[in-house]
């Protein structure tokens, strides 16, 4: 793909420099590119979609690597690779059609069908569990390798007819069809926010009072489309700090008209007990529900708890992530500048006293992002329109989460 390879790298170095930051941004890149990357892609003459998810993939690791924090570039790239073998296999059953099945029978009459492509009964069955296979979370975003068992199968009875051009037109078929299903994929990512909001007056009732942390551009999105839904309520705003996004959200809800009230991350206990619903944003959904969400989140969903109010998280599908935070290859948090928290001009004069050893005696540490468990999310609100049921263990009993999910 040496057309491509510049783009690949440009993004690369973006990654790395942070130059692109979250979770929404990055997913619609990441889907362009590896749009970019199919579209150039010169197909072969024999397993086609299985070179194609190679090529996805040897793309995806770079962006992975670059910026291990942003799950999103992971997420997409496996949505890429279920896409390839979603019409890998709606292919290869147009293709199938009509053909003979083998199982070894003894009819004599299987025997006289020898100018008819056949298949054995075995790859028919595999192709049938496939399509009837429903989605979830697991079956979208699992890395699953093309099958390529049903691609050879499907060479070999294209072999038997010794029509090339009939190979290239299929090839051609299947990058189109994979770059369209990629296009309504970005489509997805970019009407994620209408979907969601879609929802609000579901969950947002008349006089309620409603507690978030800091600034996120779904749960604006979301109090937006309540406030024209002619609701009223109430909205207790903390900070967010040292970035203080909060006060950024907080203008916005004001200039919509919401009843908006400003708090410290340090009074969210003491304002908890006069709140209906907490509803905050993610920056990525792990497999087991826990939540990676912006610094002082956990103590949100603790306050919560302790009173009973309802936990929920609005997060776009192309953050639901089908890895576990044990992983080792999940990243779950990155440091940023002190900066943010002290001015150096004021403690400089600290920064030069240090132990015999040379060790400082004043650390700063700026964590970006915080761990959620599961057990404190009450409601999963995301743009699609299937119900699951999670399941988590709390306190030895069981639980079940009504959340919308794949």
């Not at 997805?188 to 009072?209: G, K, L, P, R, W």
């Not at 006060?247 to 200039?255: D, I, P, S, Y």
Request: hydrophobic content about 45%.
């Amino acid at each position: 793909m040496p057309d491509v390879q510049p783009l690949v790298g440009e993004f690369v170095l973006k990654l790395k420099r942070r130059k692109v930051e979250g979770s929404h941004a990055v997913a619609r890149q990441t889907a362009e590119l590896l749009r970019s990357v199919v579209s150039q892609h010169r197909m072969g003459s024999a397993n086609q979609a299985a070179a194609l998810a190679d090529a996805v993939r040897g793309v995806g690791e770079q962006l992975i690597a670059a910026n291990p924090i942003e799950l999103a570039v992971g997420n997409i790239v496996r949505r890429v690779l279920h896409i390839i073998k979603e019409e890998d296999i709606s292919s290869t059953a147009v293709g199938i059609e009509g053909l003979s099945v083998t199982a070894e029978s003894d009819d004599e009459y299987d025997s006289g069908n020898d100018d008819h492509p056949t298949l054995s009964a075995a790859v028919l069955a595999a192709h049938a569990r496939n399509a009837l296979r429903a989605p979830s979370l697991q079956t979208l975003l699992e890395d699953i390798p093309v099958s390529t068992a049903l691609s050879r199968s499907a060479s070999s009875a294209g072999d038997s007819d010794g029509k090339s051009g009939d190979k290239s037109s299929k090839a051609r078929k299947l990058k189109h069809d994979v770059i369209a299903a990629i296009g309504d994929l970005i489509d997805e990512i970019d009407t994620c926010y209408d979907q969601i909001s879609e929802q609000a007056v579901e969950h947002i009732h008349q006089n309620e009072v409603i507690l978030t942390l800091g600034r996120s551009r779904t749960v604006k999105e979301f109090l937006y489309a309540a406030k024209e839904k002619k609701r009223s309520f109430r909205v207790f705003v903390a900070e967010g700090a040292p970035r203080y996004q909060g006060h950024v959200l907080a203008k916005e809800l004001v200039e919509k008209g919401v009843q908006t009230t400003v708090i410290t991350d340090s009074a969210v206990f003491a304002m908890i007990s006069r709140v209906n619903m907490v509803i905050v944003g993610a920056h990525a959904i792990m497999a087991n529900g826990g939540v990676i969400a912006p610094v002082g989140m956990n103590m949100v969903a603790l306050a919560a708890q302790r009173h009973a109010v309802p936990f929920v998280v609005v997060a776009g599908s192309h953050k639901l992530c089908p890895l576990y935070p044990h992983n080792p290859e999940v990243l779950l948090n990155e440091l940023k500048s002190p900066s943010d928290l002290l001015d150096f001009g004021e403690f400089s004069n600290c920064m030069n006293f240090s132990t015999q050893d040379g060790t400082p005696l004043l650390n700063v540490v700026n964590p970006t992002f915080d761990y959620v468990p599961p057990k404190l999310v009450s409601l999963f609100i995301t743009d699609t329109a299937a119900e699951v049921d999670i399941l988590i263990e709390q306190e030895g009993c069981t639980r079940t989460i009504s959340a919308l999910a794949f």
